[in-house]
Nanobody
């Protein structure tokens, strides 16, 4: 069973770049039909899909965040990375990594990120 674990700085200053890692265990990130998504939830708000990268390395982005978002992967480390540039306090949220597969989905536990002004 694939398991996901997000990691990164809990506190970031405004205007900086936020970088988060999703470490994958129990399966290779290059396995056919695996789609890895970054999703966030600001305090008191709903879930927001930020983007995804699939098993072949193709990326997809939320159009509203595309100019600031980059998703990449390191096959040797079996992990994914999210970069979000020029952060503001509105980017404060719990950030999740989620896998979609034809056989089921799984979430990481999430990581809290606070952006200080």
């Amino acid at each position: 069973q694939v398991q996901l674990r997000e990691s990164g700085p809990g506190l970031v200053s405004a205007s900086e770049t936020l970088s988060l890692t999703c470490t994958v265990s129990g399966g290779s990130i290059t396995t056919n039909y695996y789609y890895f998504n970054w999703i966030r939830q600001p305090p008191g708000k709903g879930l927001e899909w930020m983007g995804a990268i699939n098993y072949s390395g193709t990326t997809y982005y939320n159009s509203s965040l595309k100019s600031r978002t980059s998703i990449s992967r390191d096959i040797s480390k079996n992990h994914l990375t999210l970069h979000l540039t020029s952060v503001t306090p509105e980017d404060t949220a719990v950030y999740y990594c989620k896998i979609f597969t034809p056989w089921g989905d799984a979430w990481g536990q999430g990581t809290q990120v606070t952006v200080s002004s």
